[in-house]
């Protein structure tokens, strides 16, 4: 049974940080791609960020903001938020597939987290 738990989010002025965390169980975070979405209220799912083997990729209004890694010895997926914004407010999900083509849409993972709320204050 796959589970993916996140953890850290939380309340912060804008300008400052967050450090977000995936735990994986039954699900090797190494395998597959697995991303990062968010979902801020009245607006649709967007992929944030995608690890699968040494490629990343980043939405393009976090690039230079965020950093997502993963540690395989923890079987955890991390991501540094930095410089935050009041638009990164949301609920952060992560997401694993079972395949190594990272899609930008909900719909191509398998398994979520059941989020983790951001809210960034001006």
């Known amino acids: 049974q796959v589970q993916l738990v996140e953890s850290g989010g939380g309340s912060v002025q804008a300008g400052g940080s967050l450090r977000l965390s995936c735990a994986a169980s039954?699900?090797?975070?190494?395998?597959?791609?697995m991303s990062w979405f968010r979902q801020a209220p009245d607006k649709a799912r967007e992929r944030v960020a995608s690890?699968?083997?040494?490629?990343?990729y980043y939405h393009g209004t976090v690039k230079d903001r965020f950093t997502i890694s993963r540690d395989d010895a923890k079987n955890t997926l991390p991501l540094q938020m930095d410089s935050l914004k009041p638009e990164d407010t949301g609920m952060y999900y992560c997401?694993?597939?079972?395949?190594?083509?990272?899609?930008?849409?909900?719909?191509?993972?398998?398994?979520w987290g059941q989020g983790t709320q951001v809210t960034v204050s001006s």
């Open positions: 997401a694993g597939g079972r395949t190594v083509i990272c899609s930008r849409e909900a719909s191509g993972y398998d398994y």
């Open positions: 039954g699900y090797t975070v190494s395998t597959y791609c």
């Open positions: 690890i699968i083997g040494g490629a990343l």
